[in-house]
Antibody, heavy 120, light 110 residues
Framework: EVLLVESGGGLVQPGGSLRLSCAGS????????MNWVRQAPGKGLEWVSG????????YYANSVKGRFTFSRDNSKNTLSLQMNSLRVEDTAVYYC?????????????WGRGTLVTVSS | QSVLTQAPSVSAAPGQKVTISCSGS????????VSWYQQFPGTAPKLLIY???KRPSGIPDRFSGSKSGTSATLGITGLQTGDEADYYC???????????FGGGTKLTVL
């Protein structure tokens, strides 16, 4: 079965750090670019970051640039999102998402999400 | 404020057709393909349409997509109560070097 499973969410104080993980299975992990997309409670989707399949080139939304770091370990089929200097507005469900294979951006596989709550 | 613009809500009767619009700019939809996602409350989004008008395996042909210039449209025919969900458009933005989504449209099937 093709799956993405996120972990690592939880409650953290403003200014704190958290590391999210995502494990992929059932597909050729290293062939695919991957993304993190978040959704604040009651709000729409917001793209957070993307990483290419082979060379690990990363892209970040302006709202997280300099605070979040996206990395991957193709030998373990895992992704990591290191989140530092967290703010209340970072509170959201974070989805790990596989980018469709090819030139153009779209997401063809989503994880179930992990909730991050930033609050004092 | 989302970079791509969608109407917050749309409604139609069962069996009817509805269209959901997504408006962007020359740096995003004017240069790149659009994808559409369906999301039910409490669940992850699901891909409905990619590269403007292609349907993934398993998506019924009641769902269709089109794009013209900097605007895109998702069409749903033969509406069913099970189609009640939030619908999002998304694409790459060359100026931002990142992905942009619409704010989402909530579909109500009356």
């Amino acid at each position: 079965e093709v799956l993405l499973v996120e972990s690592g969410g939880g409650l953290v104080q403003p200014g704190g750090s958290l590391r999210l993980s995502c494990a992929g299975s059932g597909f050729a992990f290293n062939y695919y670019a991957m993304n993190w997309v978040r959704q604040a409670p009651g709000k729409g989707l917001e793209w957070v970051s993307g990483i290419s399949g082979r060379d690990g080139t990363t892209y970040y939304a302006n709202s997280v640039k300099g605070r979040f770091t996206f990395s991957r370990d193709n030998s373990k089929n895992t992704l990591s999102l290191q989140m530092n200097s967290l703010r209340v507005e970072d509170t959201a469900v974070y989805y790990c998402a596989r980018q469709g294979y090819g030139t153009y951006w779209y997401i063809d596989l989503w994880g179930r999400g992990t909730l991050v709550t930033v609050s004092s | 404020q989302s970079v791509l613009t969608q109407a917050p809500s749309v409604s139609a009767a069962p069996g009817q057709k509805v269209t959901i619009s997504c408006s962007g700019s020359s740096s995003n939809m004017g240069l790149n393909y659009v994808s559409w996602y369906q999301q039910f409350p409490g669940t992850a989004p699901k891909l409905l349409i990619y590269e403007n008008n292609k349907r993934p395996s398993g998506i019924p042909d009641r769902f269709s997509g089109s794009k013209s210039g900097t605007s895109a449209t998702l069409g749903i025919t033969g509406l069913q109560t099970g189609d009640e969900a939030d619908y999002y458009c998304g694409t790459w933005d060359n100026s931002l070097s990142g992905v942009v989504f619409g704010g989402g449209t909530k579909l109500t099937v009356l």
